[in-house]
């Protein structure tokens, strides 16, 4: 036992010494490392902070909490014997708050510099820089706001102040008013009566305005530019000269106290009981129908273009009825152009055959056998005209009747109407607006002159632009639901369409009105046969005789819708008795023509009066001449004639 102790007291004596070893070493601290990256060489904002004072911060041995020390020593670590169960261990004690430090007192402010002593800087620049780093040390501050008692001579570099006050420097004041003065200005205004000084002047008047130069009368039938406009009418007949009937006395007399008579100023009261009442007037026209004509027309509309495109297409190149009629169509949208194009492709392909006709073997005959044999009568041309119409989208209808052709005769005064029967064929076809063409396709084509005689392929336009009322003038439909009028009427009788004008045969019209554009029912003299006596004209005892034609249209150009600028016309005549022809030129407007001969200088009873077309003069075209050249060139150049019209003397 005794052995043992000294062992026991060195072990005890080593711990102390080692605690006592201790003493003033923090054993938690470890050897600080050097920063791996080198220190950065800029200037950072944690540099220009103010520094912390030691004793607000410091916590003891190594800056660390004081823990379990005890007057900076450690306790002696526990022993446990094997078997020996741990002693428990007591809980740290909480450590207490370090004492705060005793309030010192501020250090007094450095003494301010006087304003003299302040340094002005040229430059923005290093204003600038101050206030730079004035804000560069708001932001790293603790939200601590600048005051006025921490701010520091640099910082007031930039600003400028103003000069010191020294009375000495300011103006003097003006001197001040005497009473005397003040009184004068108070002085109250007089109340006087100003009177306008006017210079007085002589009053002139005002120079008077020259008269313009009289107008001179404008002649009749020119408009302001100079230009001759064409009068709507043609002037009137000369009449035959009348005396005037004698005056008695009393009847002068009366007119004398007439004419002293003062006239009244009030005009004299309209008579109601005679003003025209304009329902009945308008009672008496005719209803218009829903197949009126469209408000384009027809005898002026230009249809160069689907009768130069028929042109291209000659039957023996034609290989069947479908092809041909989608070549005609193809280039037109208009109803009326594709229904023109078929009619003239019909004039160019298709003969009348004449052998046939006045041989009286005409054989029936199909769309398709007319067109491999291009021979045909009016029928074939209507039954092809409906085929080819037909495959080309328009509707079209062969119409069968009565038609006032090349073996009409007029019906003598007094014979028996002859009963209702059939010997033409033509067509219907819808056009624009969804109105119903009457044409004749066969007429339009040429005409005949007799047994024996060729054909004569002669385009005639007008029995394709006509109205429906003037072709049924020359037409009757079998089918009385194909008169297509447009007159109001439904249809016409067969004895009015028959006699037709009571007053006798018609005057002769030549081809060339049609081509020309002259209106084949506007003749005058109308009839055919023409008195030489002059009682017979217009009532009895007239000294001449009028006669005149006129365009088909108002609207009609020769240039733009016929073959160029207008002839001139005259009247062939024969004189007194018949012993002296003479020519007598036609006047115009433009729109009519008319000419005035005594009805003794027309000839003798079975000659023939005819108006004649100037074609050429000395070889070159004759359109476009006027009355004069004509005049200039009768009877001393050759000339070239071609007939319009003709009546017959009796």
């Given at each position: 036992m005794a052995a043992e102790e000294p062992q026991v007291s060195s072990i005890q004596s080593r711990i102390a010494a080692l605690n006592l070893g201790q003493v003033g070493r923090n054993p938690y601290a470890t050897t600080a490392r050097e920063p791996e990256n080198p220190p950065s060489t800029q200037r950072r904002a944690s540099e220009h902070l103010p520094s912390v004072s030691s004793s607000s911060t410091s916590n003891g041995i190594g800056n660390e909490p004081k823990g379990a020390y005890q007057n900076g020593v450690l306790p002696p670590p526990a022993i446990t014997r094997t078997g020996q169960k741990p002693a428990p261990q007591p809980e740290p004690a909480t450590p207490k708050l370090p004492r705060r430090p005793t309030a010192k007192p501020s250090p007094a402010l450095p003494p301010r510099r006087p304003s003299d002593q302040?340094?002005?800087?040229?430059?923005?620049e290093s204003v600038s820089s101050a206030i730079s780093n004035i804000s560069s040390i708001s932001a790293l501050s603790n939200n601590t706001a600048i005051t006025?008692?921490?701010?520091?001579?640099?910082?007031?570099?930039?600003?400028?102040?103003?000069?010191?006050?020294?009375?000495?420097?300011?103006?003097?004041?003006p001197p001040k008013r005497s009473q005397q003065e003040k009184e004068k200005a108070r002085i109250p205004l007089k109340a006087t009566k100003s009177t306008p000084s006017v210079i007085s002047t002589e009053a002139f008047p005002p120079p008077a305005t020259p008269s313009l130069p009289p107008r001179t009368p404008a002649r009749e039938g020119t408009n302001q530019g100079g230009r001759k406009l064409p009068p709507r009418e043609p002037p009137p007949m000369p009449g035959r000269p009348t005396r005037s009937p004698?005056?008695?006395?009393?009847?002068?007399?009366?007119?004398?106290?007439?004419?002293?008579a003062t006239p009244s100023s009030a005009p004299p009261p309209v008579p109601l009981a005679s003003r025209p009442d304009l329902s009945k007037i308008l009672a008496t026209k005719p209803k218009p129908q829903a197949t009126a004509l469209s408000s384009s027309c027809m005898k002026c509309r230009d249809f160069s273009a689907p009768d130069a495109h028929a042109a291209k297409?000659?039957?023996?190149?034609?290989?069947?009825l479908d092809w041909l009629a989608a070549q005609l169509v193809a280039p037109f949208s208009s109803l009326t152009d594709r229904a023109r194009a078929i009619f003239t492709w019909l004039?160019?392909?298709?003969?009348?055959d004449v052998e046939s006709f006045f041989n009286h073997c005409v054989k029936p005959s199909t769309p398709a056998s007319t067109l491999a044999s291009g021979l045909a009568v009016c029928e074939g041309y209507a039954g092809l005209f409906t085929a080819i119409a037909t495959k080309a989208g328009l509707e079209s209808l062969v119409i069968s009747g009565h038609g006032k052709g090349f073996s009409f005769a007029p019906l003598a005064p007094g014979s028996p109407i002859p009963a209702e029967y059939s010997t033409h064929a033509w067509n219907a076809v819808k056009i624009d607006n969804g109105e119903?063409?009457?044409?004749?396709?066969?007429?339009?084509?040429?005409n005949v002159s007799g047994?024996?005689?060729?054909?004569?392929?002669?385009?005639?336009?007008?029995?394709?632009?006509?109205?429906?009322?003037?072709?049924?003038?020359?037409?009757?439909?079998?089918?009385?639901?194909?008169?297509?009028?447009t007159d109001g009427r439904d249809r016409i009788s067969w004895e009015e369409y028959i006699l037709g004008d009571q007053g006798g045969?018609?005057?002769?019209?030549?081809?060339?009105?049609?081509?020309?554009?002259?209106?084949?029912?506007?003749?005058?003299?109308?009839?055919?046969?023409?008195p030489t006596d002059p009682s017979k004209h217009n009532g009895g005892g007239a000294p001449t005789v009028r006669f005149q034609f006129e365009k088909i249209c108002e609207h009609w150009d020769p240039v733009r819708n016929g073959r160029g600028k207008p002839y001139v016309y005259f009247l062939a005549i024969h004189g007194l008795d018949g012993r002296q022809d003479d020519s007598v030129p036609f006047d115009s407007n433009g729109h009519f023509w008319w000419a005035d001969v005594p009805a003794r200088l027309l000839g003798a009873a079975g000659q023939t009066v005819t108006v004649f077309a100037v074609e050429t003069v000395d070889g070159r075209s004759g359109r476009g001449l006027t009355r004069g050249d004509f005049e200039a060139a009768k009877g001393r150049k050759a000339m070239g004639f071609q007939g319009l019209c003709a009546w017959e003397l009796c």
């Open positions: 302040l340094s002005r800087r040229d430059s923005m006025s008692g921490s701010r520091t001579p640099s910082m007031d570099a930039g600003r400028v102040r103003a000069p010191a006050y020294d009375p000495s420097t300011l103006p003097p004041l004698m005056r008695s006395s009393t009847d002068s007399g009366i007119n004398s106290v007439q004419n002293n297409f000659p039957r023996q190149s034609v290989p069947s004039h160019h392909n298709i003969y009348y119903w063409k009457l044409l004749d396709s066969c007429w339009g084509a040429g047994k024996g005689k060729p054909y004569n392929k002669d385009f005639t336009p007008k029995f394709f632009t006509m109205d429906n009322n003037e072709f049924g003038l020359r037409h009757f439909p079998s089918n009385k639901s194909h008169f297509f009028r045969p018609l005057l002769r019209i030549f081809n060339i009105c049609s081509a020309e554009g002259i209106n084949e029912t506007k003749f005058q003299p109308r009839y055919l046969k023409l």
